[in-house]
């Protein structure tokens, strides 16, 4: 599941983090953590073997500093923390959910960035909603994506939280968030899906960006290669 790092060098590429946040996935997770699809059942267990897997990975292999917070049953979706919290540099910017039944999740956030010393802005404005799963950092650059979870407010609020940056808006068609079709895939590198609604986003807004094609092929047939191919929903 996501987690949320802060660290320095947010500068000239995409920074070195120091730490990470994470939240342990609650049980409520299976059947009423919100989705996009009704229906699909999710399996717990493995849901909570792959988080550990993650965790073990953000620690072991990538040798950060992972706080991590206990689960919540009373709010299914608060394992994916990068959600309620955007963080460049020194500062983590709270964020306030576009689903209200997520906006108790930023009191743990919270507290658990004033451990780590940030400095903390709280988004008050009732009229903002942001998701930090709309948000997309390049390492010189802030695009916000404008969907269903975050409206124009809540970027217009990150732009004066960050005003280091240049903040772009992205229309997000048909998507829970900006980032469930795009994302960093290294500096100076944006990850594009090609599906419907991600192609109207880089058609409306991508005029400036060089296009790189890469065929992964037949992902069901790859899978079967690699151990884990973990391609998951950030927040």
């Known amino acids: 599941m996501a987690g949320l790092s802060s660290g320095s060098g947010c500068g000239s590429s995409l920074g070195r983090c120091s730490h990470a946040v994470v939240r342990a996935v609650p049980e409520t997770l299976a059947q009423h953590a919100l989705r996009i699809e009704k229906g699909k059942e999710v399996d717990f267990a493995r849901a909570e073997r792959e988080h550990q897997l993650y965790v073990g990975v953000l620690k072991n292999k990538l040798g950060l500093q ?29 964020t306030r959910p576009g689903a209200p039944s997520r906006r108790k999740e930023v009191d743990a956030m919270k507290r658990a960035l004033e451990s780590l010393n940030l400095n903390i802005v709280e988004m008050t404005d009732e009229n903002a909603t942001l998701d930090g799963g709309d948000v997309l950092f390049t390492g010189r650059e802030f695009f916000v994506g404008l969907s269903k979870r975050t409206n124009q407010r809540g970027a217009e609020i990150l732009a004066d ?7 772009s808006t992205v229309p997000v068609y048909d998507s829970l968030h900006l980032k469930s079709f795009c994302s960093m895939a290294g500096p100076n590198l944006i990850a594009i899906g090609s599906t419907e609604a991600a192609q109207k986003a880089l058609k409306e807004h991508g005029s400036d960006w ?18 884990s191919l973990d391609v998951r929903r950030e927040g």
């Open 210 to 227: 060089r296009e790189d094609r890469v065929d992964f092929g037949n992902v069901k047939e790859r899978s079967k290669r690699v151990e």
């Open 161 to 167: 939280t960050f005003k280091d940056y240049a903040v």
């Open 66 to 94: 992972v706080l991590e917070l206990p689960a919540d049953e009373s709010l299914p979706d608060c394992v994916f923390v990068e959600d309620v919290a955007v963080v460049c540099e020194e500062t983590a910017l709270i």
